[in-house]
């Protein structure tokens, strides 16, 4: 047990210490600057919750981004310097975002910082990121984020323990003078255990068996899932080490963008193609995103979660828990709705962002929930995950072979859509256009649906009448706050929308998405490609937003 002295540090504020929708999230070198990472956790200390810092368990990991070794270091310091009694941390401050949840929950811990800047590029000239989740392991709320911006704005000062730096390889507990803990946990461990419990393993396992050639591919994009990935489908389900690919975590990612959609894992993509894969996954920087591709079949994230609802009874965990209700995004198609209504069950709208969902999920409102963003999970923690995705749809898959042999993504995507119809979804990314260049589309479509609504509600575009739209608002069902301005919507009387906001989770000037949604009952279109359907309505999308002549952009970044 080593001492140490406490040093109070005379600093001031840093300029746009603002947390996005999934935390702060900056280049490296901003977070480099000298005081500047110190100063953002001595503000979320100060923000958190009550009974707050003082005494405080906190979880530390991430993605092992570039920087993340340093930032571990920083915290682990202003930590001890302001009284926190124990840091549960990852082997090598590596956990990915699930796991990261999971711990602050089965530990009983009062939050947790996560390094991570989710499916954001990594390295040196790239992007780095700290989150603050609280006691349910889910995101900070708006109300703490609020708080921690405003703390950022008016800091004078931080408390830094003169500890060395400490290795964090060595799994253990060490303790530091009277009142301060560090314990290196391993990264693996308790989230393998989590999703056994949750998920049929020997159903699974026994499918693989039974189809030594079923043919599965998980990408981990040289993100935080790679040592999850072997551990769980080589080692616990028996598929061979050939089954994953770029399953080394590497600061930079590999120089690949860590975002699992069809334009970033374009080499996952193009190898189930050539080599006639039947079921391709892939996941992103810390864990939380997926994606599910088969042979010739891409699976719309909104149409993921609608299928998962659907098929919820096979899985144990809902066996045991029942289903109470689902959440969507506000952008995410209404696929998981129609789904809710059939079953009798709640089903939420809320803004982008997962800590929407959390009060629903500690109120018992919802079980599973998701977004089109690469994004579904359910209460078995307060993040989204990556890996839960893609083994609940093992799992569905490999129970509907027990009825019906040969079974795939295809046939289970067919079979829901004669049941419930198809919501064809597309999303349109214009990534880092210039922040003015956002805010004019944003500005130019709130004049459309406020000043000159009385002209535009009726308007003909093509085929496509305006019926309504709004600015989408938000009120919290639990505690009643209410967030707006979270998304224009424009609904057409044939009951297709056109959605338009400005992401929060870059770092680098604006990300401006549009999305798309057309609902179908006819079973000749059930098979249809998506952007060949959809174009009519794209193309009245952009005639609508003007997006090409506010930004410049004739294409988008990334088609999803």
């Not at 310091?77 to 602050?104: D, E, H, M, Q, Y």
Request: net charge negative; glycine share 10%.
């Amino acid at each position: 047990m080593s001492t140490f002295v406490i040093n109070t540090v005379v600093t001031t504020p840093f300029e746009g210490q603002k947390l996005g929708t999934s935390g702060l999230r900056k280049r490296v070198k901003v977070f480099q600057q000298e005081h500047y990472t110190a100063n953002f956790v001595q503000a979320s200390l100060n923000a958190m919750p009550s009974p707050g810092k003082k005494g405080a368990t906190l979880v530390v990991g991430g993605d092992g981004r570039y920087y993340t070794k340093e930032a571990a270091q920083i915290i682990i310091r202003v930590a001890a310097g302001n009284g926190v009694s124990k840091l549960i941390i990852g082997r090598n401050a590596i956990l990915s975002t699930p796991a990261a949840s999971n711990l602050i929950r089965k530990r009983h811990a009062t939050g947790g910082f996560l390094l991570t800047a989710s499916h954001n590029p990594g390295g040196p000239d790239n992007d780095f990121g700290i989150k603050f989740n609280v006691s349910n392991g889910g995101s900070a709320p708006e109300k703490v984020t609020d708080r921690i911006y405003e703390l950022s704005k008016q800091i004078k000062e931080y408390h830094i323990a003169g500890l060395p730096e400490v290795d964090l390889s060595e799994l253990g507990t060490k303790r530091y003078g009277e009142d301060f803990t560090i314990e290196v946990v391993d990264s693996v461990e308790d989230y393998v255990q989590l999703v056994k419990e949750i998920f049929d393993f020997e159903l699974i396992k026994q499918f693989f068996q039974k189809n030594p050639d079923y043919k599965v591919l998980f990408d981990s994009l040289h993100g935080v899932t790679g040592p999850y990935v072997k551990k769980i489908f080589v080692e616990e389900l028996g598929l061979p080490s050939t089954s994953i690919q770029n399953a080394i975590p590497l600061p930079d990612f590999g120089g690949s963008h860590p975002d699992p959609n069809l334009t970033y894992a374009r080499s996952l993509v193009d190898r189930v193609e050539k080599e006639n894969i039947n079921f391709g996954a892939a996941s992103d920087g810390d864990g939380d995103r997926n994606l599910i591709y088969g042979k010739s079949v891409f699976v719309n994230p909104s149409d993921s979660l609608a299928v998962i609802t659907a098929n919820a009874e096979i899985i144990p965990y809902f066996k045991r828990t029942g289903l109470k209700g689902v959440a969507r995004s506000m952008p995410t198609s209404g696929a998981v709705d129609l789904v809710a209504k059939k079953k009798g069950i709640e089903c939420f709208e809320t803004p982008t962002g997962w800590k929407f969902f959390g009060n629903l999920m500690d109120a018992g409102r919802i079980s599973i929930c998701g977004e089109e963003s690469f994004g579904t999970g359910s209460d078995h923690i307060r993040e989204k995950d990556g890996i839960w995705a893609v083994l609940a749809w093992l799992n569905i898959i490999a129970s509907a072979n027990e009825k019906k042999p040969g079974t795939g993504i295809k046939e289970i995507l067919l079979a829901h859509f004669n049941e419930y119809g198809r919501n064809f979804f597309a999303r349109y990314d214009y990534e880092e256009v210039e922040e003015q260049q956002g805010n004019n589309v944003i500005n130019h479509l709130t004049k459309l649906i406020s000043t000159e609504r009385d002209s535009f509600i009726g308007k003909t575009y093509g085929n496509f009448t305006v019926k309504d739209a709004d600015n989408f608002e938000y009120h919290d069902p639990i505690d009643g706050s209410s967030s707006k301005k979270q998304g224009i919507r424009i609904f057409f009387e044939d009951g297709s929308r056109i959605v338009s906001r400005l992401s929060g989770t870059g770092s680098h000037g604006a990300t401006v998405r549009l999305y798309v949604e057309k609902y179908s009952k006819d079973p000749l279109e059930y098979e249809a490609d998506t952007q060949k359907a959809l174009k009519p309505l794209i193309d009245v999308a952009l005639e609508i937003s003007q997006i090409p002549a506010f930004t410049g952009r004739n294409e988008p970044t990334v088609i999803t």
